[in-house]
Nanobody
Framework: QVQLVESGGGSVQAGGSLRLSCVAS?????MGWFRQAPGKEREGVTH????????FYANSVRGRFTISKDHAKNTLYLQMNSLQPEDTAIYYC??????????????????WGQGTQVTVSS
């Protein structure tokens, strides 16, 4: 497991943007972002494979969110544009060595950050 520390959450108006950051203490094969809204299950947002750079997005965020990684800084980013109230949630950074990790299965990821709150008002 690696240590993951998120930052960058906050409150914005609908249509606004935020960028989340996640600093990792070590290497992981796959890193991603999940979110959990009050009363709902944790859901996958996006993930990327460190080696290939391949990325995957949930349908709900495709075209609005962008995942990227600065390998020199070992930092994962989530650029969130056109934010909507339904994007309000705690966002978690996650990492895994599981080559078959899926956004549909949070249990595939074994390293988690502490979470950062994102609130979008209408």
């Amino acid at each position: 497991q690696v240590q993951l520390v998120e930052s960058g959450g906050g409150s914005v108006q609908a249509g606004g943007s935020l960028r989340l950051s996640c600093v990792a203490s070590g290497y992981t094969y796959c890193m991603g972002w999940f979110r959990q809204a009050p009363g709902k299950e944790r859901e996958g947002v996006t993930h990327t494979y460190t080696g290939s750079g391949s990325t995957f997005y949930a349908n709900s965020v495709r075209g609005r969110f962008t995942i990227s990684k600065d390998h020199a800084k070992n930092t994962l980013y989530l650029q969130m544009n056109s934010l909507q109230p339904e994007d309000t949630a705690i966002y978690y950074c996650a990492g895994t060595y599981n080559v078959y990790a899926s956004l549909l299965h949070p249990g595939d990821f074994d390293s988690w950050g502490q979470g950062t709150q994102v609130t979008v008002s209408s």
